[in-house]
């Protein structure tokens, strides 16, 4: 069973508005971290943000904040005030046994693409 | 700031080569990691490590080895490359758990033809 997924193989938005992508998780585990990576077209992995599954309060890094909804198993990224360079891959992750030494499973990803 | 360094960049491969993947962190990081990421497609785990002399198996090991000599080094080899391991390969660490994030190397384009 998928641990990540990621239902957007694609999306677009119009420059300067908000978009969210949407990631859904499984586990049965009561500690766990949720993590957005971007991945430009120059390939590398950029880290966004984090959401612990403790955490009370949503993150907040930026123009990044992270929609978590425990009861339903959803971290959604949400973009605010899309720009031109925020066009990549994106991609949702997750650790599980946060007190353990479990390695991060990654979904499929979604493309975003910002149109000026 | 180095961060993790992977070698080489760019590599093609006749079937049946072997070779091996370098990869270098100079931030003391206990966790490290190989994923694979096949076009279009999200990283799958190949091998991981928690330590010097400890690795484990992820969800792709088939066709790879790798070992933990040092804190710093985790090499990915190769030993009879298929097309199939045709791919672009990460390796990425982590000082521990909670909300460390995973710093990558840049990344491995493998092209086994």
């Known amino acids: 069973a998928q641990k990540i997924t990621q239902t957007q193989p694609g999306m677009f938005v119009q420059e300067k508005e908000a978009v969210t992508l949407d990631c859904t998780y499984d586990?049965?585990?009561?500690?766990?971290?949720l993590f957005w990576y971007k991945q430009p077209s120059s390939g590398e992995m950029i880290f966004l943000i984090y959401q612990g599954s403790y955490d009370e309060q949503n993150a907040t890094e930026g123009r990044y904040s992270l929609n978590f909804q425990k009861a339903r198993k959803s971290a959604n990224l949400v973009i605010s005030a899309s720009q031109l360079g925020d066009s990549a891959m994106y991609f949702c992750a997750m650790r599980e046994q946060l007190s353990g030494n479990t390695p991060l499973v990654f979904g499929k990803g979604t493309r975003l693409s910002v149109i000026a | 700031n180095a961060g993790v360094t992977q070698t080489p960049k760019f590599r093609i491969l006749k079937i049946g080569q072997s070779m091996t993947l370098q990869c270098t962190q100079d931030m003391n990081h206990n966790y490290m990691y190989w994923y694979r990421q096949d076009p279009g497609m999200g990283l799958k785990l190949i091998y991981y490590?928690?330590?010097?002399?400890?690795?484990d198996k992820g969800e792709v090991p088939n066709g790879y080895n790798v070992s933990r000599s040092t804190t710093e080094d985790f090499p990915l080899r190769l030993e009879l490359a298929a097309p199939s391991q045709t791919s672009v390969y990460f390796c990425?660490?982590?000082?521990?758990?909670?909300?460390?994030?995973?710093?990558f190397g840049e990344g491995s384009r493998l092209t086994v033809l």
């Open positions: 990425a660490s982590i000082s521990g758990f909670r909300t460390g994030e995973l710093f």
């Open positions: 586990t049965s585990d009561q500690s766990y971290g």
């Open positions: 490590s928690v330590g010097a002399g400890i690795t």
